[in-house]
């Protein structure tokens, strides 16, 4: 009736470990592939699981975690296995990037103590619970413990479950590992407790304190594995001078802004630009001088970056090579790319460089045309942009030229 109000709460609690991992191959809900390793390959590498009769006992607490639109999930490996592959609970796609979760005790009791909390503040009359088999499987005789502070706020049911149905707003979806509270209320609050409600973590101090430890020892070198990455990731495709992105990588996001235009059916324009006369620069001045010109350049040309990401969308600049950049702005015409590359030659002259230094740069632009959606071709880009940079330099620098064609 219209008086019943329902209430979901649900806890997680196990933590990425090591590295992501692509998901290259799965069928039915069975994952083939890993980085275009065989799944069972990955968890006899990183854990020492071989696939034989005992695979999904020692497997199933170590799911894969992953984002989907924002929402975190978890996915288990299910108790039959494939000779090609590790069946899972539900559903995972190609492209995705996975990584294994472990157990860790504590999180899994803060998040728990949370739902508790949320739970209590609905003010229930009763409880439904659904808590997957692989929270039984690890809390082993602990499992009850998880349960208790939701059957101190109203009388509870349940079972457990081989996959949780929940509803995040308007999307319906399938986790896996996952302990689900739904409190049932008919009517307004009654007797609203105070009480704080929370998981016996006594058990956190006894048997289960060299997991605890373990835990805490696998966060740490994960959180310092991910610092890693990240610095190498900035490596590989960031320019070490100006701190924009390097060549290889700028000639990816042209291809990315080509794509996007293609599938959007919008438009796309593209500047470059070179600093005039940079070699007598670094004659006159020394390159350590011409460096923080460079550098003092790609600000202002980040600048601009920055200020379009406010307003539009994802522009992009990068170091072509030497003295010239070139920057992507999805979404504009070549006329409103001709008016950021004045902007940007007009901030670029009246800057004030060291040894004060009078810097001029010169502009071409164009937009994404027929034939470069037909061919989907971003080396023709690069040319006529080239081509719009040559008619400036020839115009007497300083100045901005467009080429469609």
């Known amino acids: 009736g219209s008086g019943l109000n329902i209430d979901l709460q649900y806890s997680l609690g196990w933590q990425a470990l090591g590295h992501e991992l692509a998901v290259s191959r799965v069928r039915n809900k069975t994952l083939e592939k890993l980085d275009n390793i065989t799944a069972t390959e990955v968890y006899s590498h990183y854990l020492g699981i071989k696939m034989d009769e005992n695979f999904f006992l020692n497997v199933i607490e170590f799911p894969l975690i992953l984002k989907r639109d924002g929402i975190t999930l978890l996915r288990e490996p299910f108790n039959e296995t494939a000779a090609d592959g590790v069946r899972m609970v539900s559903d995972l796609f190609e492209g995705e990037k996975v990584r294994i979760a472990y157990a860790d005790p504590e999180n899994i009791v803060a998040e728990t103590d949370k739902a508790c909390q949320r739970t209590r503040d609905f003010a229930p009359e009763a409880i439904m619970i659904f808590s997957c088999a692989a929270r039984k499987h690890f809390w082993s005789y602990f ?3 998880e349960m208790e502070p939701f059957q101190r706020l109203a009388d509870c049911s349940g079972f457990f479950s081989g996959g949780e149905i929940i509803r995040i707003g ?3 979806i399938e986790q896996n590992v996952c302990l689900v509270a739904v409190g049932l209320r008919e009517g307004e609050k009654k007797n609203l407790s105070n009480e704080e409600v929370h998981v016996d973590k006594s058990m956190l101090h006894g048997q289960l304190s060299i997991l605890r430890r373990l835990a805490t020892f696998a966060r740490a070198t994960t959180e310092e594995l991910e610092r ?6 900035e490596y ?8 924009v992105y390097n060549r290889r990588e700028l000639e990816r996001k042209m291809v990315e802004t080509l794509y996007h235009s293609v599938q959007d059916e919008s438009e796309a324009s593209f500047i470059m630009m070179d ?6 620069i670094n004659d006159r001045y020394g390159h350590d001088i011409g460096d923080a010109v460079l550098r003092q350049v790609a600000d202002i040309l980040k600048k601009h970056v920055d200020n379009y990401h406010a307003s539009e969308g994802d522009a992009v600049v990068g170091r072509f090579g030497g003295e010239e950049f070139i920057l992507a702005f999805p979404g504009e015409n070549i006329s409103e790319a001709k008016k950021e590359a004045e902007l940007m030659r007009k901030d670029i002259e009246e800057h004030e460089f060291p040894e004060n230094i009078h810097v001029t740069a010169s502009f071409g632009v164009t937009s994404i045309n027929d034939e470069d959606r037909k061919y989907r071709d971003s080396m023709t880009i690069s040319k006529r942009v080239d081509e719009a940079l040559y008619r400036a330099k020839n115009d007497g620098r300083n100045c901005v030229r467009t080429s469609l064609n």
């Open 228 to 233: 890693a990455n990240e610095k190498l990731r």
């Open 275 to 280: 600093i005039d006369y940079f070699k007598k």
């Open 170 to 172: 308007r999307k319906v």
């Open 143 to 145: 499992v009850n413990k």
């Open 236 to 243: 590989a495709i960031m320019d070490e001078l100006t701190k």
